[in-house]
């Protein structure tokens, strides 16, 4: 879809709907998302010179998940000189949520698959949470059971009807069934291959998978050329790693690496006593319950509207300039380390005295956009004799991924009103472009176009509907296109971290999940606590 048709689509909906004449006003509601004026200000560096200068030892940039990591660590370890700064009115990143008198919902992240042994950070946050019992240590630990996603997990909207499961079945010739299975095969090989390094060929955190230049070499070939490499042509096959690229990269599988591709199927190795393989960990406001109680942890450190605009070094000490929004004026904060956890891409534009490579590495980074929606329903929508109301509900074919009902882990109130958060990845335009169409248009554009592609699968929805919240994200997560994963760039960047400033955030992984975002936080933290 290309900008007029993105901009146009309303007007198609609009004179379909004139037609039938049957479709009821669009539900009131807002349009949201990270402060676009002031992100620009801090891009264009033309934000009110410090005022006033304060010290402080440890200082963190950025309050998403890296930088609450960071945060954790830190105190964790018995250091709780530190300050965390964010820019936005609420810290979490992509792990932010909402909430109304339904139901808590999430504006982005919404879950977090069992971790596998190599996750040891996230099992010791878990386990500090209640989430897992026992040894977080053990190989199949065992998980509170109302935070594994109860069933149904998953259905799929196809071809007119829901599914079970979301491997494409209904009105699916027997030969790219076939090839489903030929699929799965080549998955579950990879998922068990080692390299000559003896490490898993792909692990969680990425920086613990192997080395293997056979491995790697994925890196340099796309998801899309993988497969046919592999004659599996299937349009169905192709549909579903492109979902899978789109659903965690945001990029489709023509641009999204095979490394990145298949690390999304095999690396999710965690097992639990009490649960089946690949069931997942959720909340009704997704990945925001974790990040709430990061910031709980924390909470006297961290200081939001606290925009971090500019940064460098003196005397093998660090500064940042910081604006604060809500007085309209800057502070210079002098501290012994920086831990720098925003995105990757706003270096070149903050980081006054970086390297010219940490610069050049910098920029090769890109980002995709999201559209985000929250659907507020005063009932469950109507059965329609398939499949049943599952967590993750997916489109077949649809510009958009589908969407996450709110309300599934409240077992006795599956028929009554709830929320679902429907996502869209705008990866089919470069992400300038998409970026710059999605905030220029308007709430009712929007709206309408989740409406659009929501009711064909329900059609008694605009009825259901009472409110649609709308959250553009204009840099949701780095996108792990071809070369980039094990590309130069990002290994610059991931080793340019040095005192008095570290890096920390999932970028420098190039996968923008939660188990990178936090490995990469605590790394930076280690290296504080070691004063490196």
Known sequence: MNRREFLAATGATLLATACRNTAPPLPPGELLGQDATLGHKLRDGSMPPPTEEKRVPVLIAGGGIAGLSAAWWLQRNGFSDFLLLEGEREAGGNSRSGKNAVSAYPWAAHYLPIPGVEAEYTRLLLAELGVIKGDPRAPKPEYEERYLCAAPAERLFIHGRWQEGLTPQHGVPSSERAEFARFDELIRGWRARKGRDGKRAFALPMALSSRDPDILALDRISMHDWLMSHNLKSPAVHWYANYACRDDYGTNHKEASAWAGLHYFCARTGEASNAEHETVLTWPEGNGWLATRLQEKVAPHIRTGHWVWRI?????????????AQENRSVRYHAERLIWAGPMFLLPYVWTDAPEAVRHSARAFTHAPWLIANLTLSAHPASDGGAEMAWDNVLYNSPGLGYINA??????????????????????RPPSAARADLLAADYTSLARQVMADLTPAHADLPQLVTRCDIWRWGHAMVRPTVGFVHGAAR??????GKAPILLAHADLSGLSIFEEAQYRGVMAAQAVLRRG
């Open 312 to 324: 460098g070094t003196d005397n093998g000490r660090a500064w940042a300039d910081v604006y604060l």
């Open 407 to 428: 309300t599934h882990q409240n077992l006795q109130v599956r028929k009554g009103p709830t929320v679902f958060t429907y996502y869209r990845a705008l990866s089919d």
């Open 491 to 496: 290994q610059q960047l991931a080793s340019a």
